[in-house]
């Protein structure tokens, strides 16, 4: 009877690696919607804009700036306070409107940012691969399609958010479409994708210009800084050295003169019910008072 004869391992080819053009594919397609709102603005100059262009442009940026920064970053990411199953889906469907991806991908790669801030394994920081790098060109010379999905179990468990997460264009498409609905092209050139641009270049800045130019009121380890412009320009978000002595706070604006827009809309959540267990920054950095060097805060999502 014949045997059997195995092949050695050594003879069995190694699977092909990707060709570089299907990768560069794959992240053009990944950010289409990203270039699509800002090459939209070169219509802008034979478009209307009338005050119902600023209203409209007020009412985006409220809404998916908010999104980005209580939902995404605050609560998804870092869990600073507890809110309902439903109203977590909401924050989410409005950091999806900001075109930044879902709640799952947004938050495994601040995880990501803050395990390993301004060191190897940051996605994004200016201090290691320069200014161009830390705003956008992180987006551009990776393949981000699939963080590790270790560093999101916690927002995993939830089938609705895994759901929002494949489909996280859907909520800005539609929220684009209700601009065209209320104003025509003027509603959608200058309320959604300039309202979106800016939140992005805003979100951009943060991890930019946040690591690089302001204040450093705390000796946290790596680069963050508090940068006044950002502060106000991010509702609250650009005080980001505050934010990174007390990552699962929820308000980073330790001062009275550090405007901080997102925790207020957080604490108008609190007094109508829709959030609790609202975390707050240790009561000695609080004032603006200078602190020696704490243990870091652990982020959640991972151990270690």
Known sequence: MP???????????????????????????????????????LAAPWVEFTWWSVLAVFAVTRVSGLGVTVGLHRYFSHHAFKTTRWFQFVLGVMGCTALQKGPLWWAAHHRLHHRHSDR??????????????????????QDLMHPDPALTRDLAKYPELVW??????????????????????????????????????????????????????????????????????????????NHHRAPSSARHGFAWYELDTSYRFICLLRMVGLAWGVKQPPASVLGGGVEPPAATVPVPGHSG
């Open 3 to 41: 045997t059997l004869q195995t092949v050695p391992l050594a003879a069995v080819p190694a699977a092909p690696a990707r060709p570089a053009w299907r990768r560069a594919t794959r992240i053009a397609v990944s950010l289409s919607p990203l270039l699509a709102v800002h090459l939209a603005l």
């Open 120 to 141: 190897e394994h940051d996605p994004h920081s200016p201090v290691l691969g320069g200014f161009l790098h830390g705003h956008m060109g992180w987006l551009f010379s």
């Open 164 to 241: 929002l997460d494949r489909l996280w264009m859907v909520p800005g498409l539609l929220l684009a479409a209700a601009c065209y609905a209320a104003l025509g092209v003027e509603g959608l050139v200058y309320g959604y994708c300039l309202g979106v641009v800016l939140i992005f270049q805003i979100t951009f800045a943060v991890n930019s210009v946040g690591h690089l130019w302001g204040p450093r009121r705390f000796e946290t380890g790596e680069g963050s800084r508090n940068n006044p412009v950002l502060g106000y320009l991010a509702m609250g978000d650009g005080w980001h050295n």
